[in-house]
């Protein structure tokens, strides 16, 4: 069995025979489009729909300070402890309830500032936030 020129024997087939190569590839694609939807099972789900939007809203804040000499100021006025208590629950009544930012001065004796705490807490105000300026300590 040769694979040159029948009249030649002396020259080789340069061509490769390309149908059996063909032939394979055809039913190779054949089984993978057969087989692929078989292997690729799918599990329907009936997942809920929700709508998600950003919520923005940030609660008010109420700002009190104590100085050293023991005064304490409600949003910037100079209140005494009986209106201290009264803005107390007029906050603590709100919905959403705001937040507490305490400011107290470096020189503020602690006592002040637990007392200060206490009346917030037993007034029903739940969130407290310190605020520090590291730039006064220096």
């Known amino acids: 069995m040769s694979f040159g020129n029948p009249d030649n024997d002396d020259d080789v087939m340069a061509e ?3 149908t059996p190569l063909v032939d394979v590839m055809l039913v190779l694609l054949i089984i993978f489009i057969i087989t692929i939807p078989v292997i690729n099972h799918a599990v329907k789900l009936d997942l809920p729909r929700a709508a ?20 304490i100021s ?6 005494d402890e009986q209106a201290l208590k009264e803005n107390i629950a007029v906050a603590s009544a709100q919905s959403p309830q705001p ?11 602690y006592e002040n500032v637990a007392r ?3 009346a917030a807490q037993t007034g029903g105000l739940n969130k407290i936030g310190f605020i520090t300026d590291p730039e006064a300590a220096r």
């Open 16 to 18: 490769i025979n390309m």
């Open 52 to 71: 998600s939007q950003p919520n923005d809203v940030k609660p008010p804040h109420v700002e009190v300070s104590i100085d050293a000499q023991g005064i």
């Open 74 to 79: 409600w949003n910037g006025n100079a209140v």
């Open 99 to 109: 937040e507490l930012h305490l400011r107290a001065d470096r020189k503020t004796p």
């Open 116 to 118: 200060l705490m206490a």
